[in-house]
């Protein structure tokens, strides 16, 4: 039986985990046998005896490495520092899957590619109507705009609602949320229950109807935007001339807000800056903003990463793992996404890596010694790699796995690393 295992997350302050006990029995009904590192879930909720009272075992750190698939909420290039104590433990034959920074971080893909393992990179989940349900992006996203409104609720020195008291009226909170993809709707919503008065804006036109159907207003600055997005629905970056016009028509949106937050990113490429130190200054004192494209540079001239700072008399986050600040919740949703995608991978207990599947073939990044990604390989600045077979079907099962690591082990017992030249 394939084994997966789940080892206990090494990056500072990160509290989720990447199963929860409910989705054991689905892995076990397929043939998969989990395993759990002691205390992985611990942080966000889940203790072990929870995961042992469905059916899932408890081990170390070292057994959780021999397994056939590793499942990680973040891996090399997401773990930048702590992850790398983890390297020398994947082998030949094994399965990574996690979140690891492709665009960003392409190197680190090389590197595990280099120990033998193939590596799932859940950030490039295709947006295809079959994937949803394996959207990691989109569930962290959820997560994030929902924390970001709470943050800067307890930032405000006022209340989000309109009140009417013998005290006087207080009027509502103003808001303004700045790229409308996931997080941005989830911000609208939650301001909107929070009862503050909330504008948007994205670059995309398409998403008046969605902050509209939220209850929110768009706002409409005059720009061409052109083709603002790319087949797979995320923001495209654009010129430095359109964004300088951006900021100057957004300044004055930025000034009659109360509450501003940002999430405009492009994938593996610097936040595009939307925000002037002018624009902050230009806002009443007492202000907040959010910023949640800091790990990317940020929207806002004067955010840094996880830091909080005040200037002008506005208080600005920069939060960048907002997800594992509401643990319980984001590992479920996490762990959803990881079950189906194993079940999809999954089939009579063995692995199947069939390359006309869209899904597996575009997160496959790291295989049999190379990275074998286009985008990443482009980014690298390395060449094309001959064009797959896309009707090849791969079936591998644990003793497939466990022939290849004695295989590729020298003489002094040290694994033997492939070199994709």
Request: net charge negative; charged share 25%.
């Amino acid at each position: 039986m394939m084994k997966v295992a789940v080892p206990k997350e090494t990056f500072p302050t990160e509290k989720r985990v990447a199963l929860v006990p409910a989705n054991v029995p689905q892995l076990a009904k397929v043939g998969l046998e989990v395993e759990v590192e002691a205390g992985a879930g611990e942080a966000a909720g889940f203790l072990d005896s929870h995961y042992v009272e469905k059916g899932a075992r408890i081990v170390t750190r070292d057994e959780v490495f021999n397994a056939d698939i590793i499942a990680q909420v973040r891996t090399l290039g997401a773990n930048k520092d702590a992850g790398r104590d983890d390297l020398s433990r994947f082998r030949q034959g094994q399965f990574i899957i996690g979140m690891c920074d492709p665009l960003g971080e392409p190197k680190s893909a090389v590197e595990i590619a280099e120990t033998g393992a193939s590596l799932f990179a859940l950030e490039l989940i295709p947006r295809i109507t079959r994937a949803q349900s394996m959207d990691v992006l989109s569930s962290m996203a959820t997560i994030a705009g929902y924390r970001a409104v709470l943050l800067a609720a307890i930032e405000l020195p006022k209340i989000f609602p309109m009140l009417m008291t013998a005290a006087g009226t207080l009027t509502p909170a103003r808001v303004f949320i700045v790229g409308v993809g996931v997080a941005g709707l989830q911000a609208i919503a939650t301001a909107k229950r929070l009862g503050g008065v909330v504008r948007a804006y994205d670059v995309r036109p398409a998403c008046r109807e969605q902050v509209e159907s939220l209850g929110g207003k768009f706002v409409e600055l005059e720009l061409e935007a052109g083709d603002a997005q790319d087949k797979g629905g995320y923001a495209k970056a654009m010129g430095e001339e359109f964004y300088k016009k951006q900021r100057e028509l957004m300044a004055s949106v930025v000034a009659e807000s109360d509450v501003v937050i940002t999430t405009a990113a492009i994938p593996g490429k610097q936040s595009p800056l939307l925000i002037t130190a002018d624009a902050v200054k230009g806002m009443v004192p007492g202000g907040v903003i959010v910023d949640l494209a800091t790990e990317r540079g940020g929207n806002c001239e004067l955010s840094q990463a996880d830091a909080r700072v005040v200037e002008h008399g506005v208080t600005i986050l920069g939060p960048t793992n907002l997800p594992s600040e509401i643990p319980n919740h984001a590992s479920q949703m996490y762990s959803n996404n990881v079950t189906k995608f194993l079940l999809n991978l999954i089939k009579d207990g063995q692995v199947i890596l069939n390359l006309e599947d869209e899904i597996i073939r575009d997160t496959l990044v790291g295989h049999e010694g190379q990275l074998v990604n286009a985008r990443m390989r482009e980014i690298l600045g390395m060449e094309p790699l001959p064009a797959p077979d896309p009707n090849a079907e791969i079936t591998l099962t644990s003793e497939d796995i466990e022939s290849d690591s004695t295989d590729t082990e020298d003489n002094d017992g040290t694994q033997a690393k492939e070199s994709d030249g």
